[in-house]
């Protein structure tokens, strides 16, 4: 998981209809008008088991139209962003110039370049001109599906050789935004200057990854990269950020989400939360730059319960107030981070499971819904990422979700699992011997 895959090209050559084809479904607009996607836009998709995330973007212009030069920030930054790269060609037209101004920009990056040669539906050939600029060439027609699977079976090639997969290391991202002290904190807490620490937003311009041994155990902390614009484009730089992060989320086992004191909570902080959240991924709020802020006996508290009204959802995440710069109350969040490390290598016995089962439905039955109430059989914990547990019922139609939150909080009281969350999968069970129904 966190293999990124760029899909850039000029206006108009299918760009959009591609990303919609991989993804399954309609989410990029397609217009014949040139120039409607603007912005990036990632989405997931899978080919034979192998997992990836898509970044669709504006189309690139050697001419000046409105919006060209943020279009061309996007596209760039996502070319930084990726691992490998579609190019998007129509083959029945052969090379523009804007085909070739674009090969410029992709000869001076290291990554695999695909040029998927669109429009060629009823198996019509390449124009010969697209052949001399030196990439693997799959001809295809978007709109139609044709030539598809050949161009994934490339684009996946390049996967099998992730690094990530091979590091043995539980990994811990630091996710904020541009100048909240990510740095700072990776410097805190690796006792090295690894990052450069600076007051201009976006120093950072590479992900930096730092080992660390907390409680004799060694971890990989990767410090997210911001974008070094060259451009005045500050009201889009939460923007920028995000596809590393969320790339950074998925190929971690924690995420320290970092938020700036002096600062009002950001769409981007928003979105991250929701992430990971979506994703079942271990979280941990750290409130950086709480040395700057005026205080008195009720401030934490006060923003403790500001986080909590935002993120209700995230209920089970730690809060922790920091100085990153300071290094102040940097041994709180490690403590924090070896509690939520450990509990996801809880595991609970069967037997313990099913008491707990039984005295919380004792406590609170099931309320009727569809015209039956839910009893629960069995339960066990199964092996996953994080705590997960299958539970057997009579009928999961009966199943409330208030009722199915209750069963959560009551692990919660029982287990503990702070900073993680806790999945429940309900099967159904017809009769004794017959196999289990997971809906």
């Not at 429009?119 to 001809?139: A, M, P, R």
């Not at 600062?263 to 709480?290: C, Q, T, Y």
């Not at 709180?332 to 809880?346: F, G, P, Q, Y």
């Not at 707990?356 to 629960?376: C, E, K």
Request: net charge positive; proline share 3%; charged share 30%.
């Amino acid at each position: 998981m966190g293999n990124l895959v760029a899909i850039v090209g000029r206006p108009n050559v299918g760009k959009s209809t591609l990303f919609n084809k991989l993804i399954g479904r309609r989410t990029a607009i397609v217009h014949d008008e040139a120039g409607v996607t603007r912005d990036r836009l990632y989405n997931k998709s899978d080919w034979q088991g192998k997992k990836f995330n898509i970044i669709d973007t504006g189309g690139i212009e050697i001419e000046n139209k409105p919006f060209q030069k943020q279009i061309q920030i996007q596209a760039k930054i996502a070319i930084e962003e990726a691992d490998v790269i579609v190019f998007v060609v129509d083959g029945r037209q052969g090379l523009t110039s804007d085909d070739e101004y674009i090969t410029q920009i992709l000869r001076r990056t290291k990554k695999p370049v695909i040029i998927a040669s669109n429009k060629l539906e009823g198996n019509k050939e390449t124009d010969v001109s697209i052949w001399g600029l030196g990439f693997d060439v799959f001809s295809i027609s978007a709109i139609h599906g044709e030539g598809i699977g050949d161009l994934l079976d490339k684009v996946t090639s390049y996967f099998e050789n992730s690094e990530l997969e091979k590091e043995n290391k539980p990994r811990i991202s630091i996710i904020g935004r541009p100048n909240a002290g990510k740095s700072s904190l990776l410097n805190a807490l690796s006792n090295d200057e690894r990052s450069i620490v600076s007051p201009i937003a976006n120093t950072t311009r590479d992900s930096v990854n730092s080992d660390i041994k907390i409680d004799n155990k060694e971890y990989t902390l990767i410090d997210t990269a911001g974008i070094n614009k060259k451009s005045k484009l500050v009201e889009s730089v939460d923007h920028y950020a995000l596809g590393r992060a969320i790339k950074s989320i998925e190929n971690s086992e924690l995420t320290l989400l970092v938020i700036d004191a002096e600062r009002e909570m950001s769409h981007f902080d928003a979105v991250v939360a929701g992430f990971a959240h979506e994703n079942n991924k271990p979280l941990i709020f750290v409130i950086n730059k709480w040395d700057k802020v005026n205080k008195n006996t009720m401030t934490m508290k006060k923003y403790e319960d500001m986080i909590r009204k935002k993120f209700k959802f995230l209920s089970w995440a730690p809060i922790v107030f920091i100085s990153a710069m300071k290094k102040q109350r940097i041994n709180k969040l490690l403590d924090k981070i070896i509690t939520v490390m450990n509990n996801l290598e809880v595991r609970i016995k069967t037997r313990v499971v099913n008491d707990v089962l039984m005295d919380i439905q004792m406590m609170q039955p099931s309320p009727s819904i569809n015209g039956g109430r839910l009893q629960i059989k069995f339960g066990k914990q199964i092996n996953n990422k994080v705590p997960t547990f299958t539970l057997f019922v009579n009928n999961r139609d009966f199943l409330h979700f208030s009722y199915k939150r209750y069963i959560e909080n009551q692990f919660r009281e029982f287990f503990g699992f702070e900073g993680t969350p806790i999945i429940l999968l309900f099967r159904n069970k017809k009769s004794k011997g017959d196999e289990f129904n997971e809906k």
